[in-house]
């Protein structure tokens, strides 16, 4: 990944990572397929969704837990496609039933965010990338414990290299391709920006992140 001297991303990465010392000063190379790539994104971030489960005002069982990540699991059932609203739903299901009542006060309990939310969720799709490989959904604004996010950046993998697409609201399809395995050396900061390709392309989704759009 590291290949210092060909690609100039790979070049920036290597000083971001020593700064934040997941890597050492003679490494020259990161195996992709064992790579944090979470892990790296949250820490560029510094932020963690913090998530709190509430019942009635005042009851000692109420209490907080933190998540770097969301992770999207495959359906239970097969064929079709994977819509990335439902699998947030399934998540959040996951850590607190939609009809689970306190043990103490009997009240429902529900989730929420500690404010303020967090500007950034990465969702985690890597699991979708697994045979058989699922077609994926990504809905362009998301619901997440009541504030809406809107898709940012669509990162995907590829024999051994990283790319991604774009979004930009409008009316059209506002995908565009980022790929930098083709830059020149002696460019600072250049890549192959490519509006036409469609997507989702045939690599394999590995992070999506969406911004917050309202608080």
Known sequence: MLERGKLNSARGIHHILLNLRMVKPEDTEINLQSFELIEFLCILNKEEMVIERKCCE????????????????????????MNIQQGILEFFEACCPLSKCCDYCKETVHLTFSHPPPPVLFLNVWRLSHPPIIAVEVPAVVSVLDHRYRVSTVYVHKGQHFTGWSYKPGENQNWTYYDDSKVNQRDRYSADLDRTKEFPGSERMVVISYYLINN
């Open 58 to 81: 005042g009851c000692p069982m109420q209490s907080t837990f933190t998540k770097e990540q969301i992770i999207i699991n495959p359906p239970k059932t097969r064929g079709g496609k």
